[in-house]
């Protein structure tokens, strides 16, 4: 699982591309000039890495990845302080997830700080394109895809691990309707939706159309011994993630609580979902809030509704940090969520999200935040 | 969705490959010379279909097969029988469930028949592959992967269908051991096992080792309303497949009952599942058997075992046709399955795989083999 970092090779590009304006920027079509790219095979594990111009693959036809799906990927943004810094956020969580991903993928493990440092190295060589303006950022994709040739489905003997990147801009902040579902999931218990990997996002596209989704889970409730359904997960099209559902309410004791699903085979581990409990376990709690990762079912939700105890629901993703939710529908009716009719985020995420991006863009000196 | 089959290009290899020896066959390794193209935009539908010598994909690596597994699949067979006629298998019903598996991956719908038309060419320039031996086959595997270059998610706007091939031998009808798993699913209901999907395969390689998996469900029971575990197909590493299950039983009362699940989202609508049905019920049914899809207990298949009441099990497949299973580990011990000491299949599994293949290799007239 070795990789040598210190044995990069940079071939720079000799047709740098254009900087696209801020204003022009669409979601994952500005690629940088250049990509990381490390490759292994089962007998002499990770070659040398290396920078090259950004191209494009020549792959068999009977390349595992467009076989049989061995592929696992991250998410992850750098960003650019004012004094014109590179700052990566908690890329060794990312590393640490996308190795756990493989894993489940058959796909080889790595070290993760070798790729946290040819991360560093892959970003100050794009710094152009990280724009300054706040807000934005650049957006890296790791990615690894099993590039055995063969139709024998078992575990890759060949593996490309490569990092892409581009430019993004912010996510808007208006509050979003969500739709709940309960005939499509994106896995089941044992399966794979807590991983970064591709089958997790195409079965998606087709259920939820262009809307915004609720993932609901039928159940047994353990105490009652009836049927419940659980809250898991969103999709969302419009801003191209799944993300973990936050909701902030008062108990029916008066108790303030943020309550988030625990994570299991069939919710996705969430990085701003984690930094979100950590935040909220540091700097909500002594203000009197409970923090509970605990199953909640959308009975509870229409019922605390119903009774005016939802304060706010957001959702979380590294792509969007927090989006809030002003309004579920389901089979029971539509549930409102809490925003007053004028403004688009309650104040917890107002509060989450200004000390996420504080740290991102280093205006807080916090360990999360490596500077490169 | 329309293929124009007879504006197909055919450019010849200049290099035609040696013929591996059928002793030498390797599952999926010896393609042959050509493979077939379609390739697929939002704006222009289907162009011209192609037949091109074999070669590699130029794909970029932002490329949505290798970001967000938009990907569907075939698995087929095509016989040489012995006056030297290539002959399809059920080919329409290949072609129907990939659209279907398409509609689910949000991947472009094709006209099934203009397929099938450039299957048989493609199969055709492709004859001197084809063993005539007994028992071996070409097979051939149609794929459509998502070819947009965003890392945007949602539906491709563009796609290529293509097909390669392979000579194989026949599968070993040794008779295996299957392991019972509740911890690991390919899906769940609402998902998309049922299709042929490449995110389906990759995640079962890990939790399945190099073992042969039996996969069960747990739900409630409708009538008892008691938690049961369900079974509902076979992973196998050493096959490369998914299989169905057939269970051939006698029940409590003495009458002789063939079992399967019944498909639905979380169990593969296999081929082989549905010729064993139509078979078993115009040839089976006659002779006094009982023909049912319907949900089946690891539990009710225990206590037949114990009661002496399991004939026969086995697996079906495409690459395999029939595999006869010997036993099932579980929590609860080991399931003996039927088959006498001195042989490794029963006679149900027996007279399936000669009735499939005698229709496969032309022996019987029979409207499911489509002469080229």
Redesign the interface.
């Known amino acids: 699982m070795f990789i040598n970092a210190s044995s990069l090779q940079i071939a720079r590009t000799r047709t740098p591309k254009p900087i696209t304006p801020n204003g022009e920027l ?4 500005s ?1 940088t000039d250049h ?1 990381l790219v490390v490759e292994w095979t089962s007998s002499k594990g990770w070659d040398s890495p290396k920078i090259t111009p ?9 390349t595992g ?7 696992a ?1 991250e998410g992850m943004k750098v960003f650019k302080d004012e004094k014109g810094k590179i700052r990566l956020f908690r890329p060794e969580k990312n590393m640490e997830r996308m190795n756990k991903s493989c ?4 796909l080889p493990s790595f070290d993760e700080e070798s790729v946290v440092e040819l991360l560093k190295k892959f970003v100050k060589l794009e710094e152009r394109f990280i724009p300054s303006e706040r807000g934005f950022s650049l ?1 890296v ?1 790791p ?1 690894m ?2 590039t055995q040739q ?6 890759p003997n060949s593996a490309l691990l ?1 990092v ?1 990147a ?1 430019p993004v801009r912010p996510f808007p902040t208006r509050a979003m309707h969500l739709e709940a579902v ?11 939706a807590s991983k970064k ?11 939820a159309g ?1 809307q915004q989704t609720l993932f609901l889970f039928s159940d ?1 409730e353990p105490v009652a011994g009836k ?1 419940v359904q659980y809250i898991n997960e969103a999709g969302t ?1 419009d801003l ?2 799944t993300m973990n559902i936050f909701f902030a309410l008062k108990t029916k004791a008066g108790q303030k609580e943020l309550v988030t699903a625990p994570t299991g085979s ?1 919710i996705l581990e969430g990085l701003m979902r984690l930094c979100v409990l950590e935040l909220a376990r540091e700097r909500l709690q002594p203000q009197g809030w409970c923090v509970s990762e605990r199953k909640y079912t959308i009975e509870e939700l229409a019922e605390a509704a119903h009774e005016q105890r939802v304060l706010e629901v957001f959702g979380t993703s590294t792509a969007a940090v927090i989006v809030p939710i002003k309004s579920i529908g389901h089979t029971g009716g539509l549930i409102k969520c809490g925003p007053r009719e004028n403004e688009e985020m309650g104040p917890v995420g107002r509060q989450m999200r200004g000390w996420i991006e504080s740290i991102q863009y280093g205006d807080e000196n916090h360990p999360w935040s490596v500077e490169v």
């Open positions: 669409v979601f994952g079509e690629m990509m950004y191209q494009n693959f020549s792959l068999d036809p009977a990845v467009l076989q049989y799906g061995f592929h990927f894993a489940r993928m058959s957006y994709r990615n895809i099993g063969s139709l024998s489905v078992g575990p490569y892409i581009f309960e005939h499509a999931l994106r896995t089941s218990p044992g399966g794979a990997h591709s089958p997790n996002l195409a079965p998606v596209v087709a259920p262009l047994i049927i099209m191209f993630c069939i």
